[in-house]
T-cell receptor, first 113, second 115 residues
Framework: AQSVTQLDSHVSVSEGTPVLLRCNYS??????LFWYVQHPNKGLQLLLK??????LVKGINGFEAEFKKSETSFHLTKPSAHMSDAAEYFC???????????FGAGTILRVKS | NAGVTQTPKFQVLKTGQSMTLQCAQD?????MSWYRQDPGMGLRLIHY???????DQGEVPNGYNVSRSTTEDFPLRLLSAAPSQTSVYFC??????????????FGPGTRLTVL
C-alpha cells in the first residue's frame, strides 16, 4: 500500500528566504503525487502535481517540486517566501487505479516578517 | 461554476443525534468522495462514489453512510453521532473515475463538533 511521510510538522522561515517542505513516499508502482495547500479555515487548493512526465514540476505562486524516484522523495520548494505563503501544506499520493488519495500529516509553514 | 459546495459550514450535535452533511458539485464530475481532517493526521478517506448509484468504503467508514442518487449530490450521513466524529469534513470531486492523475477539487469544509 502507498504511504506518505512529511518529515517536518512545522517549518518557520523569514520572509524573502527559501522554503523547503520535505516529503517521502512509499509505493509499489509509479505514483501520481500532489501538493495541496490549506490556508487557515479554508478548503484545499492544488499547488502542483506530478504525473510521470517531467520530474521537475512547476506550480502556482512560484512553488515547484522535484520527483526523485531513487530517493522516493517529492520535496516542495520556493525561492523566496512571502507572508501569504503561511498555511498548511499536504503531500499526497494517489492510488494505482482510481482516484483515492493518501495524505501526509501536513506541514505548517510559518513566515516571519 | 460554483464548484464543490458543502452545507452547513458549522454544526454542533449531541451524542446520539443523526444528521446529513450535504455536498454538491456542478462540474459534471463522476467521482466524489468524503474525507475527514483531524490534527496531525492529514485527511482520511471515508467513502467515495464512482458514479450515480455506486458507492464504496474508504479508510474510515464506520459510523457513516452515503448514497449517490444523482451525479451532482453526495450526502454523508452520521447515523448516531459520537464525540470521536468531531472533525472537519471535506467533500471532493474529479472528472474521471479511473485516472490517478486526475485533479480533485475540494469543497470549503464542514466543521462538526459532537458533545
Amino acid at each position: 500500500a502507498q504511504s506518505v511521510t512529511q518529515l517536518d510538522s512545522h517549518v518557520s522561515v523569514s520572509e524573502g528566504t527559501p522554503v523547503l517542505l520535505r516529503c517521502n513516499y512509499s509505493s509499489s508502482y509509479s505514483p501520481s503525487l500532489f501538493w495541496y495547500v490549506q490556508h487557515p479555515n479554508k478548503g484545499l487548493q492544488l499547488l502542483l502535481k506530478y504525473t510521470s512526465a517531467a520530474t521537475l514540476v512547476k506550480g502556482i505562486n512560484g512553488f515547484e517540486a522535484e520527483f526523485k524516484k531513487s530517493e522516493t522523495s517529492f520535496h516542495l520548494t520556493k525561492p523566496s517566501a512571502h507572508m501569504s505563503d503561511a498555511a498548511e501544506y499536504f503531500c499526497v499520493v494517489s492510488a494505482e487505479y482510481g482516484n483515492k488519495l493518501v495524505f501526509g500529516a501536513g506541514t505548517i509553514l510559518r513566515v516571519k516578517s | 461554476n460554483a464548484g464543490v459546495t458543502q452545507t452547513p459550514k458549522f454544526q454542533v450535535l449531541k451524542t446520539g443525534q443523526s444528521m446529513t452533511l450535504q455536498c454538491a458539485q456542478d462540474m459534471n464530475h463522476e467521482y466524489m468522495s468524503w474525507y475527514r481532517q483531524d490534527p496531525g493526521m492529514g485527511l482520511r478517506l471515508i467513502h467515495y462514489s464512482v458514479g450515480a448509484g455506486i458507492t464504496d468504503q474508504g479508510e474510515v467508514p464506520n459510523g457513516y453512510n452515503v448514497s449517490r442518487s444523482t451525479t451532482e449530490d453526495f450526502p454523508l450521513r452520521l447515523l448516531s453521532a459520537a464525540p470521536s466524529q468531531t472533525s472537519v469534513y471535506f467533500c471532493a470531486s474529479s472528472y474521471s473515475t479511473g485516472l490517478s492523475t486526475d485533479t480533485q477539487y475540494f469543497g470549503p469544509g464542514t466543521r462538526l463538533t459532537v458533545l
